[in-house]
């Protein structure tokens, strides 16, 4: 069945740097588009960012210009990098992919941005 694992969140500082990365099975990665969320207590669930299989990418405007997703097929990894991180992203983080009308979510990875 499809297993998607986060791991690189942690606790940073303002303006500080994560790299975020999501390894994915049980399915042909290399066809799906994947996505990186978050959810902040007492919020609903937002994109931040996907990346399809071509390698189009698209980001939620709160993070335009610091955020980057990548993705390495060969080892069925996706990876998100923060940048210029502000306590507003904290949040838990979560990978998903989207089969046969199904999403999938990781178990999520926690991102604190506080001095």
């Known amino acids: 069945q499809v297993q998607l694992v986060e791991s690189g969140g942690g606790l940073v500082q303002p303006g500080g740097s994560l790299r975020l990365s999501c390894a994915a099975s049980?399915?042909?990665?290399?066809?799906?588009?994947m996505g990186w969320y978050r959810q902040a207590q007492g919020k609903s669930r937002e994109l931040v960012a996907a990346?399809?299989?071509?390698?189009?990418?698209n980001y939620a405007d709160s993070v335009k210009g610091r955020f980057t997703i990548s993705r390495d097929n060969a080892k069925n990894t996706v990876y998100l990098q923060m940048n210029t991180l502000e306590p507003e992203d904290t949040a838990v983080y979560y990978c998903n992919v989207k089969q046969f009308g199904l999403d999938y979510w990781g178990q999520g990875t926690q991102v604190t941005v506080s001095s």
């Open positions: 990346i399809t299989s071509g390698g189009s990418t």
């Open positions: 049980g399915l042909f990665f290399n066809i799906y588009t």
